[in-house]
């Protein structure tokens, strides 16, 4: 998995904020509020992001619905678990990680290890 290109970044913000099934119509009534684009290039970029496994979709009369697969916090910690496993040294990536959080950020992983204590932490 890897990131996402511009237009996949807006269409699945969009549908990750809708919580709820979209047409690309739909998705295209939105967009066309702010730029000039055609239902092809939506058609083509949500028919992607379900080729990569990131939108489930169902037929409804002669079009398709389509949603998320994960929610974005999902999506994002598969990325952030993708980034380390690449990283090579696992630990010196982390701490190259952590010298460079944001105290609301440090905050953050603070909170989220309370909630959910590493394996051997309890």
Do not use: C
């Amino acid at each position: 998995m890897r990131g996402l290109g511009d237009l996949e970044s807006v269409i699945m913000d969009r549908l990750w904020a809708s919580r709820r099934p979209a047409s690309v119509r739909t998705v295209l009534e939105e967009l066309r509020r702010e730029r000039e684009i055609a239902y092809t290039t939506v058609m083509t970029v949500m028919d992607n992001l379900h080729t990569k496994g990131l939108l489930r979709r169902k037929p409804v009369g002669r079009a398709y619905v389509y949603e998320p697969v994960a929610s974005k916090e999902a999506y994002t910690a598969q990325l952030m678990r993708e980034a380390l496993a690449s990283g090579g040294n696992q630990a010196a990536t982390l701490v190259h990680f952590l010298e460079r959080l944001t105290p609301e950020e440090a905050a953050a992983l603070e909170a989220a290890l309370q909630v959910y204590p590493p394996q051997g932490r309890s």
